[in-house]
């Protein structure tokens, strides 16, 4: 005799205590990936991914340090840049025409002269009415690290180009020209850049002696009022910076303790003038790591860093930490023993999982080329509403499921929302599960071949 299975959720918020966050296995069908590391990613409008870095190819295809990938991970071979940069690309990011800016230490891209920055049109050709001149050092290692688009189109970028004299940030017009009317101060090494509503911007530096946070005005002069102090500490770099609803300002870096404090930690919190933040607490890493977190996402009220760092508590995962707001560790959801490898860049796509990519080969065990899409472990309200059905009950021990499309995965949770059960992929209009304990309260979520996803 067949029974109903009850599927209900009381409290949509307290899902995400006590799950686990699982990769989800038809992302790319679960191939090979990128043959090598990943640095940075853009997200376009039509969900389609740019990724960029030291790769060579991309499940098995040539592709040289850039590439576009489809929805579900696979490669967009309608996107081909040739040969691409002659050098290292470090950044990119899309115009708001959705165009494709990168940069790096290159100086000819598909063979068309272009230093350290270049413009892609859709298909991955350069964009030749984009023309711009960053002057560096002669026979330096010159680069661009940091691209940030403004709203307005204009486009900051920032690197080491080795002439101390000028700085190493520049503001660019839309047609790639030098903006004139940015004159920063003298700094080096540009490492995280951040616009802010008011038009100054906030900057990162790998300075040998200073402040190497610093925020400058539109003009580009430095804002006297804008002071750090970074105490009980020898050397620190910022990678990033988020800024709270408050003003206040969240930096992932690294940060080395001085003699009285000989630690590493992987953020800090700065009030709106620069002075530290002393109710944010350290996150403690190993200190024979990098102890570097690259950047942030804000994840149900929490911070979720990420980097390259090990956890001091082996019960911790590597190489991303969850902390609460006052910096303290969060070991709910659980993130398994994290990911083997630095991780460089991670964002939230709009149905609420993480997209991450990076150095890694695996996250909690399981193998993924250096870029990998979390199931967040958090249902919405979204996924209670679909134009298919899917068919739920339990028969001889059997939980038992029934669709008039494609199923690819199944996942389930108990009432706490810790995961029970993960199909990987399926390609069935059915399926069941033997999982004990039948007599309980369950909560389902069924993916699509088209993506849906059924709660």
Do not use: C
């Not at 892609?120 to 050709?125: E, K, S």
């Not at 709009?350 to 150095?359: E, T």
């Amino acid at each position: 005799m067949r029974k109903l299975l009850l599927i209900a959720i009381l409290f949509l918020s307290a899902l995400s205590q006590g799950q686990t966050i699982t990769v989800d296995e038809t992302f790319n069908n679960g191939s090979m990936g990128a043959n090598s590391g990943i640095v940075d990613f853009a997200i376009q409008p039509d969900g389609k991914i740019i990724i960029v870095g030291s790769f060579s190819a991309y499940n098995g295809v040539t592709r040289n340090r850039i590439a576009r990938l489809n929805t579900d991970g696979t490669l967009d071979t309608s996107f081909n840049a040739g040969n691409s940069a002659n050098g290292a690309i470090n950044a990119v990011a899309l115009t708001n025409d959705g165009k494709i800016i990168v940069g790096g230490g290159f100086t000819t891209f598909n063979g068309i002269s272009t230093k350290f920055v270049a413009r892609l049109n859709n298909t991955g050709t350069v964009d030749t009415t984009f023309n711009t001149f960053i002057p560096s050092e002669p026979n330096y290692s010159a680069k661009v690290s940091v691209i940030v688009v403004q709203q307005n189109g204009k486009i900051m970028v920032g690197g080491d180009f080795a002439i101390m004299d000028i700085a190493n940030l520049y503001r660019l017009n839309a047609n790639g020209s030098v903006d004139t009317t940015f004159q920063p101060t003298s700094v080096q090494d540009i490492t995280a850049i951040k616009v802010l509503d008011s038009g100054k911007v906030l900057i990162g530096q790998n300075y040998p002696t200073g402040q190497r946070i610093r925020r400058v005005d539109p003009n580009g002069e430095y804002d006297s009022t804008f002071i750090t102090d970074i105490p009980n500490t020898i050397n620190y770099i910022a990678f990033s910076f988020h800024v709270q609803q408050d003003g206040k300002i969240l930096v992932p870096g690294a940060f080395v303790g001085d003699t009285n404090n000989p630690n590493r930690w992987p953020a800090i919190r700065l009030n709106n003038d620069g002075s530290t933040d002393t109710a944010f607490q350290k996150y403690f890493v190993d200190a024979m790591s990098a102890g570097s977190a690259y950047g942030m996402l804000e994840y149900n009220g929490k911070y979720l860093l990420y980097g390259s760092f090990q956890a001091l508590d082996s019960s911790m995962p590597n190489n991303i930490a969850l902390v609460n707001t006052e910096g303290l560790p969060e070991s709910s959801p659980n993130f398994g023993i994290g990911f083997n490898g630095p991780v460089r860049k991670m964002a939230t796509l709009s149905n609420g999982q993480i997209l991450a990519a990076g150095i890694f080969t695996e996250f909690n065990g399981v193998q993924r080329g250096r870029l990998v899409r979390l199931n967040s472990g958090n249902l919405s309200t979204n996924d209670f509403s679909s134009p298919h059905t899917v068919r739920v009950f339990s028969e001889n021990g059997h939980l038992n499921f029934t669709s008039d499309m494609i199923i690819n995965t199944i996942q389930v949770y108990d009432v706490s929302g810790r995961s029970v059960y993960n199909s990987g992929p399926l390609n069935s209009l059915q399926y069941f599960i033997n999982l004990p304990a039948m007599n309980q309260v369950l909560i389902s979520r069924v993916t699509l071949e088209n993506g849906t996803v059924i709660t």
